[in-house]
């Protein structure tokens, strides 16, 4: 299976603190996304982060990729209730098409 | 607002009726996609349409029928489904297998 992880499945915190979620995934990539799904809604796409790039910035999110170890990272920071989401992370199958993790349930407590 | 639109928001349906779901994006993208999404099970590419082609068919049961008309509009048919079809269904436009918009999604329970 090319199926990737992401780590830890389920993740809780404070309002202000800051929340890492890990992705491990199995192929090349040409490049590795993450996305946010609030419940029973679609996903909205995070941040795209490619395979020559290490680190990456947006607003609060900070993403980093270690091809080496087949890995990614998401930080956000500062974070808020708002926040609460499932996060995924996806990369590129020998298809072409995304592969999905299983997400990261976060829940920002106020 | 990603600019997929989905309908209907929420379905239930029998095992011996059939449906449609519709799916409609306005971007000017070139592919469009279908995935389900079950609890507790990571997204499940169904099919991938490119260019109004139909480039992928990962294993989907034959009672679920997909239909590309134009670039813009995606619909899955639905015929003689089972319970274990009920959940999310998510439908995604991309431009150049960058990133994915998503509609919000239908929620089907199958009785």
């Known amino acids: 299976s090319q199926q990737g992880e992401e780590d830890p499945q389920a993740l809780s915190i404070q309002e202000g603190e800051n929340a890492t979620m890990n992705c491990s995934y199995k192929t090349s990539i040409n490049n590795l996304q993450w996305y946010r799904q609030n419940s029973g809604r679609g996903l909205v796409h995070l941040i795209l982060i490619r395979s020559n790039e290490r680190e990456k910035h947006s607003g609060r999110l900070r993403v980093t990729l270690d091809t080496s170890k087949k890995s990614s990272s998401l930080l956000i920071t500062a974070s808020r209730a708002a926040d609460t989401a499932s996060y995924f992370c996806a990369y590129g199958g020998s298809q072409g098409n995304l592969i999905f993790g299983k997400g990261t349930k976060l829940s920002v407590k106020p | 607002e990603t600019g997929v639109t989905q309908t209907p928001r929420h379905l239930v349906m029998g095992m011996t009726n059939k449906k449609s779901l519709k799916c409609e994006q306005h971007?000017?993208?070139?592919?469009m996609y279908w995935y389900k999404q079950s609890a507790k099970k990571p997204l499940e590419l169904m099919f991938v349409y490119s260019l109004e082609e139909r480039v992928e068919n990962n294993s989907v049961p034959s009672r679920f029928s997909p239909e590309c008309p134009n670039s813009s509009h995606l619909f899955l048919h639905l015929h003689t489904l089972q319970p274990e079809d009920s959940a999310l269904y998510l439908c995604?436009?991309?431009?150049?297998?960058?990133?994915?918009?998503f509609g919000s999604g239908t929620q089907l329970s199958v009785l």
């Open positions: 995604a436009s991309s431009q150049e297998n960058e990133k994915l918009f």
């Open positions: 971007l000017g993208h070139n592919a």
